[in-house]
């Protein structure tokens, strides 16, 4: 049983591009897809697969293609990759204290009332909430 599938889906993307893999699988949610979602869009993943669930009735699986800034020496696009809010210490902020990341070179993504946001996305909707992760 995993306690922190977002931490797994950043350990499995981390682990992934340091053995210079082309694509992750990953057990799919919702909350797992938006991410992928906000990843590929802010361009940090090439792109991302849902495919369906088996016979079984098990979980689809989320299968993500990384991206690589050249290809002889294959460095990733994600060099970094940190969880903030874990299951046993919520962290939650406001609107006026959505944090920058590498001082704005980087993206913060945040669960908020409005789904999941960019920290960019979120200032711009005037809302705050719990910050899942960092990427840089």
């Known amino acids: 049983m995993i306690v922190d599938p977002i931490a797994d889906m950043l350990a499995r993307i981390k682990n992934a591009q340091l053995s210079r893999k082309d694509e992750v699988y990953i057990p799919h ?16 993943i090439e792109d991302y697969v ?21 290809d002889r020496n294959r460095k990733p696009a994600i060099m970094g990759l940190r969880r903030v809010s874990k299951p046993g210490r919520r962290i939650y902020v406001g609107v006026n204290e959505i944090p920058y990341v590498r001082k704005g070179l980087g993206t913060a ?17 005037r809302v705050g909430g719990e910050i899942l992760c960092y990427v840089w």
């Open 29 to 44: 949610s919702k909350i797992k897809e938006k991410i992928a979602e906000i990843l590929k869009r802010e361009g940090y």
């Open 50 to 70: 849902v495919s369906e669930k088996n016979k079984k009735g098990n979980q689809g699986t989320l299968i993500i293609k990384l991206k690589y800034l050249d």
């Open 109 to 125: 993504i945040l669960s908020t009332n409005k789904g999941i946001l960019t920290d960019a996305e979120a200032r711009k909707e």
